[in-house]
């Protein structure tokens, strides 16, 4: 039975955006702290650090999770996935992140990460939601900028474009 | 805001986690989730030496039917159970679990651990007791199944014993013949429920439970009543429950809130009844 000691580093491994990665942490660690300051991801933002206003929303085996409320060691052997593996490539938007731009669905983009990641996933298993189930969905993230019409606009044109019904780029 | 240190062990036998229990009494704590204990351990409001993951076992990950239950394994997220075939069978659970928390902590918080929990506005632990439901504990010698409304015994204290672990809950299945329905205020979906109401109605009964009022949700039984008689039943409930002010809330709310949508969700249920 693995016992990591409180006081000492360990060695977690998991699959980091596609890609296998590797972090110390001692387990009182965050996931959010792993992820910032052990492996220079920034993307990740954390706001209040209680799992109440989902800036650090990221994914684990495809599901949405408060980076928060995760502590490093729990990533062991984890898909893990950060706004950083949205895009698809350097010079590239995700549709979805191409849809917030285009609807200017952030003002600060403190909040976006952690939408972005929750959307992401919902989108997958939701590709045809109404307004209702997508507002159900951002209303797990604090935004003091948008007042969120815009984010709903982004996310309702994202899934249609994804399920190829065209768009109104 | 960073939880203190802590022990961490990656059970890989429910008698691993039991024996690191037994060893540690009241300083370990089981994590599933996390999605209740990382916020008390990052506040400090728990400052346990030694955590036990049992998310690694595979026993506890199945959701299952026994008879008339719903058995939902300590390893089970709500966002499992809420996309399971086995809901199907409870239409309070069905209809409740949507408002547990948010899409983003269903998907990593456990039914079992809310009820481990045990905040008195919390929605698993209102569908245990108005259900009529039970938890199953262990410890390393012994098990034990404890009825819903002697398990929770105050503001997020249970009956659970330092050396016991939650192994499972159980959901009874929807009687023939009753209808279920849930309601609840809060600020904003997926806030704490300042007040949430549950009801089944069967041909010759009522039971409605209540949480978010008193420290513990709970459940009265009625005849079938309708009218101003039904008005005076809850209002007696309403003022039973003992409501208190808070920040969210005034108990005055609280009580026009028990009598408002406590007649709501039997309505509700008396119409699916029909």
Same mark, same amino acid.
């Given at each position: 039975?693995?016992?990591?000691?409180?006081?000492?580093?360990?060695?977690?491994?998991?699959?980091?955006?596609?890609?296998?990665?590797?972090?110390?942490?001692?387990?009182?660690?965050?996931?959010?702290?792993? *992820?910032?300051?052990?492996? /220079? *991801?920034?993307?990740?933002?954390?706001?209040?650090?209680?799992?109440?206003?989902?800036?650090?929303?990221? *994914?684990?085996?495809?599901?949405?999770?408060?980076?928060?409320?995760?502590?490093?060691?729990?990533?062991?052997?984890?898909?893990?996935?950060?706004?950083?593996?949205?895009?698809?490539?350097?010079?590239? *938007?995700?549709?979805?992140?191409?849809?917030?731009?285009?609807?200017?669905?952030?003002?600060?983009?403190?909040?976006?990460?952690?939408?972005?990641?929750?959307?992401?996933?919902?989108?997958?298993?939701?590709?045809?939601?109404?307004?209702?189930?997508?507002?159900?969905?951002? /209303?797990?993230?604090?935004?003091?900028?948008?007042?969120?019409?815009?984010?709903?606009?982004?996310?309702?044109?994202?899934?249609?474009?994804?399920?190829?019904?065209?768009?109104?780029? | 805001?960073?939880?203190?240190? #802590?022990?961490? =062990?990656?059970?890989?036998?429910?008698?691993?986690?039991?024996?690191?229990?037994?060893?540690?009494?009241?300083?370990?704590?089981?994590?599933?989730?996390?999605?209740?204990?990382?916020?008390?351990?990052?506040?400090?409001?728990?400052?346990?030496?030694? @955590?036990?993951?049992?998310?690694?076992?595979?026993?506890?990950?199945?959701?299952?039917?026994?008879?008339?239950?719903?058995? $939902?394994?300590?390893? $089970?997220?709500?966002?499992?159970?809420?996309?399971?075939?086995? +809901?199907?069978?409870?239409?309070?659970?069905?209809?409740?679990?949507? #408002?547990?928390?948010?899409?983003?902590?269903?998907?990593?918080?456990?039914?079992?651990?809310?009820?481990?929990?045990? &905040?008195?506005?919390?929605?698993?632990? @209102?569908?245990? =007791?108005?259900?009529?439901?039970?938890?199953?504990?262990?410890?390393?010698?012994?098990?034990?199944?404890?009825?819903?409304?002697?398990?929770?015994?105050?503001?997020?204290?249970?009956?659970?014993?330092?050396?016991?672990? +939650?192994?499972?809950?159980?959901?009874?299945?929807?009687?023939?013949?009753?209808?279920? %329905? #849930?309601?609840?205020?809060?600020?904003?979906?997926?806030? #704490?429920? +300042? =007040?949430?109401?549950?009801?089944?109605?069967?041909? &010759?009964? +009522?039971?409605?439970?209540?949480?978010?009022?008193?420290?513990?949700?709970?459940?009265?039984?009625?005849?079938?009543? %309708?009218?101003?008689?039904?008005?005076?039943?809850?209002?007696?409930?309403?003022?039973? @429950?003992?409501?208190?002010?808070?920040?969210? %809330?005034?108990?005055?709310?609280?009580?026009?809130? =028990?009598?408002?949508?406590?007649?709501?969700?039997?309505?509700?249920?008396?119409?699916?009844?029909?």
């Amino acid at each position: 039975m693995p016992r990591l000691s409180a006081t000492a580093l360990h060695d977690v491994r998991f699959t980091l955006n596609g890609r296998p990665a590797r972090v110390a942490a001692e387990p009182r660690l965050l996931a959010t702290d792993a *992820l910032r300051h052990g492996l /220079g *991801l920034t993307g990740t933002h954390v706001g209040c650090e209680h799992g109440v206003c989902g800036a650090c929303t990221i *994914l684990i085996d495809g599901v949405p999770a408060r980076a928060c409320l995760t502590l490093a060691v729990q990533f062991e052997g984890r898909d893990v996935r950060t706004v950083e593996g949205l895009a698809p490539s350097p010079d590239r *938007l995700s549709v979805l992140q191409e849809a917030f731009r285009r609807h200017h669905a952030l003002h600060c983009g403190f909040c976006t990460a952690g939408i972005l990641m929750s959307v992401d996933a919902f989108l997958k298993t939701t590709p045809d939601p109404d307004e209702h189930l997508v507002r159900e969905v951002v /209303g797990g993230h604090l935004c003091r900028c948008t007042g969120y019409s815009a984010i709903v606009a982004a996310v309702l044109d994202a899934a249609a474009i994804l399920r190829g019904d065209g768009s109104n780029v | 805001m960073k939880p203190a240190a #802590f022990d961490f =062990v990656r059970a890989e036998t429910l008698e691993e986690a039991l024996e690191t229990l037994a060893s540690h009494g009241g300083d370990a704590r089981v994590i599933a989730g996390g999605q209740s204990l990382l916020p008390m351990l990052n506040m400090r409001l728990a400052k346990p030496a030694v @955590l036990v993951d049992i998310m690694g076992l595979p026993a506890l990950r199945a959701i299952r039917r026994e008879g008339d239950a719903i058995v $939902v394994p300590a390893g $089970v997220r709500q966002a499992e159970l809420l996309a399971s075939a086995e +809901i199907a069978a409870q239409p309070l659970l069905a209809a409740a679990l949507p #408002f547990l928390g948010h899409y983003q902590t269903r998907s990593r918080g456990t039914v079992c651990g809310s009820a481990a929990h045990a &905040d008195p506005s919390a929605e698993i632990p @209102l569908c245990l =007791v108005a259900l009529g439901g039970e938890v199953r504990l262990r410890t390393r010698r012994k098990a034990r199944r404890v009825k819903a409304a002697d398990f929770f015994t105050g503001m997020m204290t249970t009956a659970k014993a330092d050396d016991e672990m +939650i192994e499972a809950v159980a959901f009874p299945v929807a009687q023939p013949g009753s209808a279920y %329905a #849930f309601k609840e205020y809060s600020r904003r979906h997926g806030d #704490f429920a +300042i =007040v949430g109401c549950a009801a089944r109605v069967a041909s &010759d009964a +009522i039971d409605l439970a209540v949480c978010g009022v008193a420290d513990t949700p709970e459940r009265r039984s009625f005849p079938r009543l %309708a009218g101003s008689a039904l008005d005076d039943a809850l209002n007696a409930f309403a003022w039973a @429950l003992d409501a208190r002010d808070d920040l969210h %809330a005034s108990a005055r709310l609280r009580r026009d809130l =028990v009598r408002a949508m406590g007649r709501a969700v039997i309505e509700e249920a008396e119409r699916c009844l029909a």
